[in-house]
């Protein structure tokens, strides 16, 4: 049996700022794959290149030389609108600051993605209670972002990046505005979905405490890949189950 394609792969990704003396090298000849189902954090200290990838990844800058494939496409040689479906159709994003609309209830916030789609209104309402229900606030659709709590708002992100049907989902920071008791639920119900349906799920922390939900650590410095592995092996950080029940007791 032949070893399955990658879903994302990066060869030589360098990506500069700037010319001559004040040029910055955000990313310096990167190069990784990921494979269909992976859970991974990308992790680093401020300025190492991981915000700069993932931006990369997610259709939202192009690298300065080097070839980024999404499925086996070029993503270089696509054109904006190209780049737009791409983004719309393969990939959900999942930000720190939730970015819902404020005066919009939960499910009108996780519907929007399928008008931009042209999905008719029944079929975006029965598809955007699926995600609510999935992500186990339902019972919330009818509530506005200053209605629900830091958690529920990021369940409503989350729904919303799911109800597209993507290949990947890139999270960034999605605890950073959580406490702790909400930061172990969010990561405990990604590390379900990605355990259970198989959604592959990128995400940026710096947090090793959210990084040992993940099954793989790509760890970034000075613009280059420096580490790849898992979190116990890159981090020292504790068994998933162990780091749950510490999370989860603190708050």
Not at 58 to 65: C, E, K, N
Not at 73 to 98: C, E, K, P, T
Not at 135 to 161: F, N
Request: aromatic content about 6%.
């Amino acid at each position: 049996m032949s070893p399955p394609l990658p879903l994302i792969e990066l060869v030589d990704i360098h990506k500069h700022y700037g010319r001559g003396e004040s040029e910055v090298r955000a990313l310096d000849g990167v190069n990784m794959a990921i494979y269909p189902g992976e859970f991974t954090a990308v992790m680093g200290s401020s300025g190492s290149g991981k915000s700069t990838c993932m931006n990369i990844v997610g259709g939202l800058d192009r690298p300065t030389s080097g070839s980024y494939l999404f499925r086996g496409v070029d993503v270089g040689r696509l054109d904006g609108d190209q780049l737009a479906l791409l983004r719309r159709h393969y990939i959900g994003f999942v930000f720190q600051s939730f970015n819902l609309l404020a005066r919009t209830s939960a499910l009108d916030n996780v519907m929007l993605p399928l008008i931009y789609k042209g999905v008719p209104r029944r079929e975006r309402r029965e598809r955007a209670m699926a995600k609510l229900e999935l992500v186990g606030i339902a019972d919330r659709a009818g509530h506005t972002p200053q209605q629900l709590s830091g958690g529920q708002q990021q369940r409503v992100a989350i729904a919303r990046a799911l109800v597209s049907e993507p290949s990947v989902i890139l999270a960034d920071e999605p605890t950073g505005n959580l406490d702790s008791r909400r930061s172990a639920e969010i990561m405990e119900f990604l590390a379900r979905l990605n355990a259970d349906a198989g959604i592959t799920i990128m995400l940026v922390t710096h947090e090793p405490e959210m990084a040992a939900w993940v099954k793989r650590v790509l760890w970034f410095s000075d613009g280059k890949l420096d580490k790849d592995g898992t979190p116990q092996a890159i981090l020292d950080v504790e068994p998933i189950a162990l780091a749950a029940t510490r999370l989860v007791g603190a708050a």
